[in-house]
């Protein structure tokens, strides 16, 4: 169940958004998210720039 659901209806057991949330912080502390996905993120944004300007 996506998390935007999970605030409208009753959440199945283990799935509540403070959960997810504290989750996430932790998440955030042990990892290094830009290192993890910084370069995929560039590349991205690379490939959106050729898109949107026609190359």
Known sequence: MP???CRT???R???SPDMI???AKLMGV???MDRMVG???EE???N???VVEGG
Request: hydrophobic residues 35%; contains cysteine.
């Open 9 to 11: 209806k009753p959440c």
């Open 39 to 41: 370069g995929q993120f």
């Open 44 to 46: 991205g944004l690379g």
């Open 21 to 23: 949330n504290r989750i």
């Open 48 to 50: 959106l720039k050729r």
């Open 3 to 5: 998390l935007w659901e």
């Open 13 to 15: 057991r283990g799935e």
């Open 30 to 32: 042990v990892m290094n």
